[in-house]
């Protein structure tokens, strides 16, 4: 079942596939800098908006189940997993 969050996300990344195929023909036609950054820095914030609403779906799902569970060893690996992929992405 794909959540409303997935939907929206998946959306973000179309979005930004057509851009970045934007952003190559205008580099191939030698267009201004500013203008491709600007382009680039939309592609940026749609992977961004992606990302935290997979990591809200992520957190709203597998994450609370797994801490209501009773399994330690499964807790103590989402949490790990949390602060891998937050780590990531604040690099």
Do not use: P, W
């Amino acid at each position: 079942m794909i959540t409303n969050n997935k939907e929206k996300a998946l959306i973000s990344f179309k979005k930004a596939q057509s851009l970045i195929g934007k952003i190559i023909k205008m580099i191939e036609s030698g267009e201004y800098c500013v203008d491709i950054m600007q382009q680039d820095l939309a592609v940026i914030g749609l992977l961004r908006s992606a990302h935290e609403m997979l990591m809200e779906n992520h957190l709203n799902s597998c994450f609370k189940n797994a801490m209501a569970s009773s399994n330690e060893r499964k807790k103590r690996e989402m949490t790990e997993e949390i602060l891998k992929v937050t780590k990531l992405f604040n690099k």
